[in-house]
């Protein structure tokens, strides 16, 4: 075997890691995953690779995002054999981009450590929801915002979201997936309300989010707003652990994946 062979075969095992993030308006998509019936946005995006790498690489992604939510920071990895990878990181970002529909773009994509896993190496998430609080609905956003044409009590929407904030069992603000999760218990560390005219947005983070919890917290604080619950009621709700004792779910179209983080020593 000549020593080009040889180098050539060591190229194709050695492998590169990149990290994306990706933007995506959610409306048009069945969720971020790669769907049996329907579009995930995940398939977009690993169509767009397969254009680019001939080893068409699997899209490891940090979170799920549930039909109709959108995203701003989601994380994504992918691994490539080093011999498919002659671009820039730009050029990539760039590369892709022209392959992607317009509702979805990579924002930015950076060479990633060969041990980091945008899932697992995740320490934390924050989400925004944002709702017109007019009696008109404002059709600029009318796809990334919920309407709530009635006044809100926003004094007593904050008192009550101080009460999410910390270590709880959140079973009582998250659907059943169908499936088994390990714990329903997750550390809260922000949860926000900001007013700027009609548009209220709220700021969730977290250390993980149950299915569907984002939308239980915020469609509970908007009944609390419409004087459905008394702020006081947050801690009883989830020391019952049921689904029953909170507010409703909020729609998906106000949710985004605003950004991830990750602790320093597994991400660049």
């Known amino acids: 075997m000549s020593i080009y062979v040889h180098l050539w075969l060591i190229l194709l095992v050695v492998s590169l890691k990149f990290k994306l993030t990706i933007a995506y308006d959610g409306t048009g998509y069945e969720g971020w995953q790669v769907q049996k019936i329907g579009t995930g946005v995940q398939e977009k995006v690993e169509a767009a690779l397969a254009k680019l790498f001939p080893s068409r690489p699997r899209l490891h992604s940090s979170s799920r995002t549930d039909t109709g939510v959108h995203a701003l920071g989601m994380r994504a990895h992918f691994e490539v054999p080093s011999a498919e990878s002659r671009m820039s990181s730009r050029k990539l970002v760039l590369a892709l981009n022209a392959w992607l529909p317009e509702d979805v773009r990579v924002v930015a994509a950076t060479r990633a450590r060969k041990d980091f896993h945008a899932r697992f190496d995740a320490?934390?998430?924050?989400?925004?929801?944002?709702?017109?609080?007019?009696?008109?609905?404002?059709?600029?956003?009318?796809?990334?915002?919920?309407?709530?044409?009635?006044?809100?009590?926003?004094?007593?929407?904050?008192?009550?979201?101080?009460?999410?904030?910390?270590?709880?069992?959140?079973?009582?603000?998250?659907?059943?997936?169908?499936?088994?999760?390990?714990?329903?218990?997750?550390?809260?560390?922000?949860?926000?309300?900001?007013?700027?005219?009609?548009?209220?947005?709220?700021?969730?983070?977290?250390?993980?989010?149950?299915?569907?919890?984002?939308?239980?917290?915020?469609?509970?604080?908007?009944?609390?707003?419409?004087?459905?619950?008394?702020?006081?009621?947050?801690?009883?709700?989830?020391?019952?652990?049921d689904r029953r004792v909170a507010g409703m779910t909020a729609p998906a179209k106000g949710l985004v994946l605003w950004k991830v983080f990750y602790h320093k020593k597994v991400s660049r």
């Open 123 to 241: 320490a934390g998430k924050q989400y925004r929801y944002f709702v017109w609080n007019h009696a008109v609905m404002n059709p600029l956003i009318r796809r990334s915002a919920w309407h709530v044409p009635r006044p809100l009590d926003l004094k007593a929407m904050r008192q009550a979201a101080t009460a999410f904030i910390g270590k709880h069992d959140f079973q009582s603000f998250s659907t059943n997936t169908g499936y088994n999760t390990a714990s329903t218990i997750r550390t809260l560390t922000r949860c926000e309300l900001r007013r700027s005219g009609s548009l209220l947005t709220l700021i969730i983070e977290a250390d993980g989010f149950l299915y569907r919890m984002c939308r239980g917290i915020v469609g509970t604080l908007v009944q609390v707003g419409l004087g459905k619950f008394p702020p006081g009621e947050i801690k009883p709700m989830l020391a019952r652990k």
